[in-house]
């Protein structure tokens, strides 16, 4: 005969997934799968968003005011290379969001990770913020006018990323996101407090 703590078991489970933790692992696993995705677009159509960082930079299509055209960035060199760079610094992202995916996973059975998920998942949405709040919204926004342009303005796309994983960072940073590993680590001290 089953005792009644084994009946609660899969309602626990099911509570389980409303947690902190889980929520975290889910925002940061579907930032790794989004900036995977934009990496391996880029990489496999490396064409079409090399045409989108060359207008930028060459601020061909803004009003072309004498007094900001002295910032465009003509050399098709340096715009590779600036397009080269975003790539790879979208892969490391995705590499290093998907690794704190699975420690998030881990965390989950194993408490004590729920910290080094924490710290690994800031990382890597710190570089997403970088990438497209610096990199699209402030530089390419403002400093190469982006936002007069009809045809290259990928402001509404970096401002939605840069939403995203504020809402995920905060959400990774509340307390009780990683309370069970402190609760785990207390108890622990408690124990061998106790046995000495």
Do not use: C
């Not at 995705?37 to 207008?55: C, W």
């Not at 924490?118 to 530089?139: C, D, K, P």
């Amino acid at each position: 005969m089953s005792r009644p703590a084994e009946k609660t078991r899969p309602a626990e489970r099911i509570l389980r997934a409303g947690t902190l933790p889980v929520v975290a692992l889910l925002f940061t696993g579907t930032l790794a799968l989004y900036i995977a995705l934009v990496a391996f677009g880029n990489i496999t159509d490396f064409d079409s968003n090399q045409q989108f960082v060359r207008h930028v930079l060459a601020m061909d299509t803004t009003f072309k005011d004498d007094d900001l055209m002295w910032r465009a960035v003509e050399s098709t060199a340096l715009q590779d290379t600036a397009y080269v760079v975003i790539i790879a610094w979208e892969t490391l992202a995705a590499l290093v969001l998907g690794t704190a995916t699975v420690l998030w996973a881990r965390g989950l059975r194993s408490p004590e990770g729920l910290r080094r998920a924490q710290r690994a998942g800031t990382i890597g949405l710190l570089m997403l913020i970088l990438l497209f709040g610096v990199g699209f919204i402030g530089i390419g926004g403002e400093w190469f006018a982006m936002w007069q342009s009809e045809d290259w303005n990928g402001l509404d796309a970096a401002t939605r990323i840069v939403t995203i994983t504020g809402i995920a960072l905060v959400v990774t940073h509340l307390p009780s996101a990683v309370s069970a590993a402190d609760g785990s680590r207390k108890a622990s001290e408690e124990t061998s407090e106790k046995a000495d």
